[in-house]
């Protein structure tokens, strides 16, 4: 019989690695946290609930947090409401922390003013930690992008994954990437260099620069523009960082 294997404390599953438009077939922003007994999401943008149901259904989602109230990053959130409040979730509720106007925000799309299944938690403008579920820590920190948008750690069995969001600089991620195992980093510039009016978002050279401060274990690149190579990318990064860079596909699990 072969040893029993232990399942990894903590698992990151790409479920939408695409962008505010995305290459034919990617889904926005979405990516599935498990430990072995709780699961949650980071950010939902267009497609990623019908995706998720590749993976778990979404019902047996622990919580779900969304970065910022761009719609490539919570815009399925009306879709969830929909499911949770007359399709196969009905009966069931799930916590989205979110900042500050996001809940709001959506609200304008909802007709009657109700949102069944979903109840949604503020983040403390700045910075600040939530427990989610089953030993899962959230910790968030605001970064420049649009106003408020926070990069997220989650810690779990002594693991850590960190995800920058959308940012403008690296710099305002670094002391919540500073010793994590992966990096989940935006590289919407791809290998190409960084604009000169104050930039939104980051490229290669920025996201492995970042990996490289931070000392973190590994770097997984996504939201890069279908404009750029994916594999440029991850070369540029990976030059800049000195350690293992992956680019982030749907559906492939990466052990942290
Ligand atoms: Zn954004």
Redesign the pocket.
């Known amino acids: 019989m072969p040893p029993m294997q232990e399942p990894a404390p903590l698992v990151l599953t790409p479920i939408g690695v695409g962008t505010a438009y995305s290459r034919p077939g990617d889904v926005q922003s979405c990516y599935l946290v498990r430990t072995p007994g709780a699961a949650i999401v980071l950010d939902m943008g267009a497609g990623s609930l019908n995706r998720l149901q590749q993976e778990i259904a979404p019902e047996a989602l622990d919580a779900i947090v969304i970065s ?1 109230g ?1 719609p ?2 919570c815009i399925d959130l009306l879709a969830l409401r929909v499911y949770f409040g007359f399709g196969p979730g009905r009966g069931h509720e799930v916590t989205v922390y979110a900042p500050e106007g996001v809940a709001e925000r959506l609200m304008g799309f909802v007709g009657d003013g109700r949102w069944p299944g979903v109840a949604f938690v503020t983040l403390d403008r700045g910075e600040g930690s939530v427990e989610l579920a089953d030993g899962m820590t959230l910790s968030h920190r605001e970064v420049p ?2 106003p408020p ?1 926070n990069a997220l750690r989650v810690d779990a069995g002594g693991r850590s994954l960190v995800f920058s969001a ?1 940012t403008g600089t690296a710099d305002a991620v670094l002391p919540l990437a500073a010793g994590s195992d992966v990096l989940l980093c935006e590289c919407s510039f791809g290998a190409d260099p960084m604009p000169d009016d104050p930039a ?1 978002h980051l490229n290669a050279t920025a996201a492995g620069e970042l990996a490289r401060r931070a000392k973190a274990g590994k770097l997984v690149l996504t939201h890069v523009y279908p404009e750029y190579d994916r594999e440029d990318a991850r070369a540029a990064a990976a030059q800049a960082f000195g350690g293992e860079v992956v680019i982030a596909r749907q559906g492939e699990a990466v052990p942290v």
């Open positions: 910022h761009h490539d990053h992008h649009l948008t959308d939104l």
